[in-house]
């Protein structure tokens, strides 16, 4: 007996909107008011908020010591084709009660696949048909599609770095319907992220020949998508290892160092993981000032770790500390280079109400909101940009002026230091620069 879909999935859920600090409603705004204007932009065009597919419709909650504690309801449905309906049905309400602009999906979060290449291509074919027509209902865009290239056991020694090329090759078909779905969809962006390229062991792998496999790869999916009128960035996303011992993409210098080797850095940026950041010994905002600093600021996966676990626990972020920090270099960079902010995050396992996925969200957009409109604040109104262009006055006229201009010799650098004596002791101020922010907050 056929399941009936119910008309919608978050029936008890209102219209999330900007209520301003004065509510209590937890289904509400109080910060991020989309038509608010910060530096210039509003905060929806600021963001460019999306909701990640595979996290919010498809994560059960299970671990690898529990079973599923989500049930969704469109899981009901036992065709596959039907399921997937229903679920893209279930988001798109979603993200249209939030007032989200974007979602971002990986194929494999839309439908069922099997080990049926051309199978798999017509699931997905139904699926984007039905998604275009989500889009057009409710004005969501698709801010990138992807390829899950790590999940099959095929991939179990990577996709494009695997030593064998029949899976080599069978990365590279997942990859081509993925691009064809995003083309049709009108994905502004499509992300790459190496999951298990990378090695286990040095003693079976041949590093060098992996990563010109790699580059090979990427150029091959980059011509092949701009022949068929894509018109977007590509992305790669860094991660330093999980599930790999070591991935290729280890954080932002890495990848830029590969992109600049490779002859890729004109058409791929960065998207940068709050999780990955700290799990590549980093924090957010050195991945991003690293980003910024070359030119490859493009999107941002926006979660954060737990400081106890060291592991990727995809939480949703809510450290205001952290992001105004964060927000400083993205308002000082311009912004972002054609991506959006991403809540790649999941609820908890203990988390199994429907508004819990609401309250996540909310929480989430109104922190990044409240530590934009700080930042700016900031930098208009405090001497924190001041203090740190005072810092380097010294390389703005003079000797230091000629040294960044590369017409100082190493003799030169040693007779200044003679004429000049010892240097005057002068603090970085970092506590002071820590309190300015708390002011601020």
């Given amino acids: 007996m056929k399941v009936e879909a119910p008309k919608t999935y978050f029936q008890d859920i209102p219209d999330i909107k900007y ?159 993925a691009l064809d779905a995003t083309i049709e969809l009108g994905g502004e962006n499509y992300v790459f992220w190496g999951g298990r390229e990378g090695y286990m062991s040095l003693l079976n792998t041949n590093m060098k020949r992996e990563k010109e496999h790699l580059a090979r790869f990427l150029h091959t999916a980059k011509d092949y998508a701009r022949r068929n009128g894509f018109k977007g960035t590509f992305f790669i996303e860094p991660k330093p290892a999980e599930p790999s011992k070591h991935q290729y993409d280890y954080d932002v210098e890495t990848v830029v160092g590969f992109l600049r080797q490779y002859d890729l850095i004109g058409d791929f940026k960065i998207n940068i993981e709050v999780n990955h950041a700290t799990l590549a010994g980093h924090t957010f905002t050195h991945e991003l ?85 700080i930042a700016d604040e900031i930098l208009q109104n405090s001497e924190y940009k001041k203090f740190r262009q005072e810092r380097y006055a010294s390389f703005n006229s003079g000797k230091g002026k000629q040294f960044e201009e590369g017409i100082l010799k190493l003799e030169d650098l040693r007779q200044y230091a003679i004429d000049n004596g010892e240097p005057e002791v002068r603090s970085g101020r970092q506590e002071w620069l820590e309190n300015l922010i708390n002011r601020y907050i």
């Fill in 19 to 177: 209520e301003g600090l004065e509510s209590d409603n937890p289904l509400a705004f109080r910060w991020y008011d989309e038509n608010k204007v910060v530096a210039g932009k509003t905060l929806r065009d600021h963001f460019k908020f999306a909701c990640a597919y595979w996290h919010s419709f498809n994560d059960t909650g299970a671990d690898p010591f529990g079973e599923s504690t989500h049930q969704f309801p469109w899981n009901e449905y036992k065709f596959s084709i039907d399921r997937a309906r229903a679920k893209a049905d279930a988001a798109f309400e979603f993200i249209t009660k939030l007032h989200l602009p974007y979602y971002c999906f990986h194929d494999m979060d839309v439908v069922d696949y099997t080990s049926d290449v051309a199978d798999n291509d017509k699931r997905l074919q139904t699926l984007t048909s039905h998604l275009k027509q989500k889009q057009q209902d409710t004005g969501a865009k698709l801010l990138w599609g992807t390829a899950n290239l790590f999940s099959n056991k095929r991939y179990m020694n990577g996709a494009a770095t695997n030593p064998d090329f029949l899976v080599l090759a069978h990365g590279a078909a997942q990859v081509k319907a």
């Fill in 289 to 373: 000032q690293a980003a910024a600093d070359h030119g490859v600021l493009g999107s941002i996966d926006a979660n954060r770790g737990d400081y106890q676990n060291g592991w990727d626990t995809d939480q949703f972020p809510n450290n205001i500390n952290e992001i105004t920090e964060a927000m400083l270099i993205f308002l000082e960079a311009g912004g972002l280079q054609g991506g959006g902010v991403n809540f790649d995050a999941k609820i908890r396992r203990n988390s199994t109400d429907p508004q819990d996925l609401f309250y996540a969200h909310i929480g989430a957009m109104d922190t990044f909101a409240r530590a934009l409109i």
